[in-house]
């Protein structure tokens, strides 16, 4: 008898939205002493994002958003990974990435 009924549920016959490997898959594969790739070089006479920063600052000095932007956003979310758990594809895997 089966508990769960997306038990079979998985997606590894779906390309990922993003490129490169993930670093789940680094780690799982490599294990704590892994080697992660290099964050892509910026050319040095551009203003950059140090790790982190921009969410940071935007979380703490800009207009905080009301509970409707929130309820809603949650909502997207919430249903991107719903579809994503019915099907999984290319497509409902970029839903819910973007």
């Known amino acids: ?3 769960l009924p997306f038990s079979r549920w998985t997606l590894a016959e779906v390309n990922p939205p993003w490129d490169g490997e993930s670093l789940y898959e680094i780690l799982k594969a ?17 203003l950059g994002w140090g790790a982190g920063a921009l969410d940071g600052v ?40 973007n």
């Not at 490599?30 to 551009?46: I, M, V």
């Not at 800009?62 to 719903?82: C, E, M, P, V, Y």
């Open 1 to 3: 008898m089966k508990l």
């Open 30 to 46: 490599e294990g704590p002493k892994a080697t992660l790739p290099e964050r892509p070089k910026r050319n040095e006479n551009e």
């Open 58 to 97: 935007t979380g703490h000095h800009f207009n905080r958003a009301d509970d409707d932007q929130i309820r809603n956003r949650t909502k997207s979310i919430l249903g991107a990974l719903t579809r994503l758990l019915k099907v999984s594809s290319h497509e409902t895997v970029s839903a819910l990435y």
